[in-house]
């Protein structure tokens, strides 16, 4: 999931969405992060409830 702005219509989407906040790592464990979705040249049109994540490399 990019943590980066992805413009509208990106990746197959309309609105496509992404994490607001950089990436755990592995040292981090579980954190929140909220995820926004691009439209209408605004990053973060939509505001999604926050999500747990977790770094799971390999």
Excluded: E, F
Aim: glycine residues 8%.
């Amino acid at each position: 999931m990019s943590d980066t702005c992805v413009p509208s219509y990106s990746c197959g989407t309309y609105v496509p969405l992404w994490l607001n906040g950089a990436h755990p790592t592995v040292k981090d464990g579980v954190v929140t992060r909220d995820v926004c979705g691009s439209w209408s040249n605004n990053c973060c049109y939509l505001q999604i409830n926050p999500i747990k994540v977790k770094a799971c490399p390999g």
